[in-house]
């Protein structure tokens, strides 16, 4: 089955800065990525997703990347506020799969 | 606001104790699933229903059960709870789109167990 793994556990950034957070990906037949944020004491939500038929995709200071040939996709947060920090969870569902197989989550913690 | 509504949101059982953690939705989907959350795991998915009668096991299924009683309310049972099942339980659901992709999946506020 499908597994996921994502790095890293932890990251401290600057107020201001850039966050870049990984995950690889096991079933080549993986065709969507999503990502999860889980504030402190709340539910996850959706934050942004993409499919295996583009490579990038954006939405305001947040965008994910897709190399299918590696099989790895990344969340790239810029200009990082106090409101990012959070808990992010990467995800990924097979091609026949009804199932999101979850990475193991990054604490994102932004300095202020 | 329709929403994915979990009861209890804590509860401290002991061992061998049986245990119901409740779940109901007013989206109006058809997909359910339970999910675990332990630090440094993730989400892990212990089962899901897409449709009352219809119950599918996740990675994560051994010492757990679950009905549907109907298309909004899925619930959980630990039949003989144990310490290693101390965690964070989250329900779920989709919606299936015409495309056939089940999409995003809406969480409840979680429910949040200790067994001694």
């Known amino acids: 089955g499908e597994n996921v793994e994502q790095h890293p556990s932890t990251l401290s950034v600057q107020e201001g800065d850039s966050a870049v957070i990984k995950c690889t990906y096991s079933d080549s037949a993986s065709n969507y990525f999503p990502w999860y944020k889980q504030e402190l004491g709340k539910r996850p939500q959706l934050i942004i997703d993409?499919?295996?038929?583009?490579g990038e995709k954006k939405d305001q200071r947040i965008a994910v990347t897709l190399n299918k040939t590696a099989k790895h996709f990344s969340l790239h947060i810029t200009e990082t506020q106090p409101e990012d920090s959070a808990v992010y969870f990467c995800?990924?569902?097979?091609?026949?799969?009804?199932?999101?197989?979850f990475g193991a989550g990054t604490i994102l913690r932004v300095k202020s | 606001d329709a929403d994915v509504t979990q009861t209890p949101r804590n509860r401290i059982t002991k061992t061998g104790k049986r245990i119901m953690l409740e779940c109901s939705q007013t989206k109006g989907h058809d997909r359910m699933y339970w999910y675990r959350q332990d630090p440094g795991l993730g989400l892990r998915l212990i089962y899901y229903?897409?449709?009352?009668?219809?119950?599918n096991k996740g990675e994560i299924s051994d010492g757990y059960s679950v009905s549907r009683q109907a298309q909004a309310k899925f619930s959980l049972s630990l039949e003989s709870a144990i310490p290693n099942q101390t965690a964070l339980y989250f329900c779920?659901?989709?919606?299936?789109?015409?495309?056939?992709?089940?999409?995003?999946?809406?969480f409840g506020e979680g429910s949040r167990l200790t067994v001694l």
């Open positions: 779920a659901t989709s919606d299936l789109h015409g495309t056939g992709d089940p999409g995003e999946l809406f």
């Open positions: 993409i499919r295996s038929n583009v």
């Open positions: 995800a990924a569902r097979g091609l026949y799969g009804n199932k999101l197989v």
């Open positions: 229903s897409f449709d009352v009668k219809d119950i």
